[in-house]
């Protein structure tokens, strides 16, 4: 599902875009079919493809590679999910029950690795060799980014420096990624590209950051997830790491400890502590301060529709509840 201010801008574009990822997720293998299908109809935002369409239009950019590239860009992003999933063991995304938990862990990794070289074929037809250096650096953070993740499981430990690098790997690099080819098809100057892909860093990490609060403050019917996921994945995010280090002994020792062992025990009490100490504010302001920094990056953007829909982007980032 898109925020609303996308809608009227990007009708026709989106539209393309569905009609190449219709068009591209063809296989002879039912099985390859069935379970990509699923997973790129099952409700997302289509919030990176549209920041590349975004700031292509906002350099009024006149070809049709930017359909091409948004649904490059959406494939990579749904092979994500679906390792992540597997991983994570997750049984619920955006609602519906997840790929792995219809099809299996093995049908959803091999799809992912076919979405993943599918997206590689498309963005070589594109001919741009800066194209694809964006997109190999981009996939190749995204992966050290979920071993990142993996390896501060259950780490209470972490320091908000190493939670940050995760997000900037695992998440905001593929915003930053998106911002900048839109930027690269548009013929941007360095400054302006560069201005770009920093606010898709630092849009992607407000985003992340509002997830990672959800977790402890959103409605499931909303969110489409379980409340408490991340806890029970042992996953150490701000609200938790904030909550150990503003709070009693004996309180930051419950949170320590659930985060530690993982699973949901302690949810309700850990939830009670993370809402009674600010860490839920904390998490929003620094969120924030992140969308502004993103607005202040494309300070020189010339005024467009396009660009004051990325403008009101950031503001969404932060002020959504699902």
Not at 29 to 45: D, F, H, M
Not at 190 to 199: C, F, N, S, T, V
Not at 203 to 230: C, P, V, W
Not at 246 to 259: D, G, I, K, M, S
């Amino acid at each position: 599902m898109q925020p609303d201010i996308l809608h009227p801008l990007l009708a026709a574009d989106m539209k393309a875009v569905d009609a190449v990822i219709r068009d591209r997720l063809h296989s002879d293998v039912v099985l390859v079919r069935q379970v990509a299908e699923y997973i790129v109809r099952s409700g997302g935002k289509r919030m990176r493809p549209a920041l590349l369409l975004l700031t292509a239009g906002a350099l009024d950019y006149q070809g049709v590679k930017h359909h091409e590239l948004a649904a490059v860009i959406e494939f990579i992003h749904t092979a994500t999910l679906l390792h992540d999933d597997v991983v994570d063991e997750s049984s619920l995304r955006r609602g519906r029950a997840t790929a792995n938990a219809l099809f299996g862990s093995a049908a959803s990794v091999l799809v992912g690795d076919f979405l993943y070289s599918r997206a590689f074929q498309m963005m070589l037809e594109v001919g741009n060799i800066r194209v694809m250096e964006v997109l190999a650096e981009a996939t190749n953070v995204i992966a050290e980014g979920e071993v990142l993740q993996l390896m501060n499981c259950h780490n209470a430990d972490i320091r908000i420096e190493e939670y940050l690098q995760v997000i900037h790997y695992k998440t905001a690099k593929l915003f930053e990624a998106a911002t900048r080819l839109g930027g690269i098809l548009g013929a941007a100057s360095p400054e302006i590209e560069d201005g770009l892909a920093r606010y898709g860093m630092h849009l992607g990490t407000a985003f992340q950051l509002i997830d990672d609060m959800l977790d402890y403050s959103g409605d499931e019917s909303e969110t489409g997830k379980h409340l408490g996921d991340d806890l029970a994945e042992g996953k150490a995010t701000l609200p938790l790491i904030y909550a150990m280090a503003h709070n009693t002994p004996q309180n930051a020792e419950v949170v320590r400890h659930a985060l530690e062992n993982g699973g949901r025990e302690k949810f309700s009490e850990v939830l009670e502590i993370v809402r009674s100490c600010a860490a839920l504010e904390a998490t929003r302001s620094l969120a924030e301060e992140e969308a502004n920094a993103a607005k202040t990056s494309i300070a020189a953007l010339p005024a467009s529709q396009h660009k004051a829909c990325l403008l009101e982007l950031a503001d969404f980032a932060v002020a959504r509840r699902y």
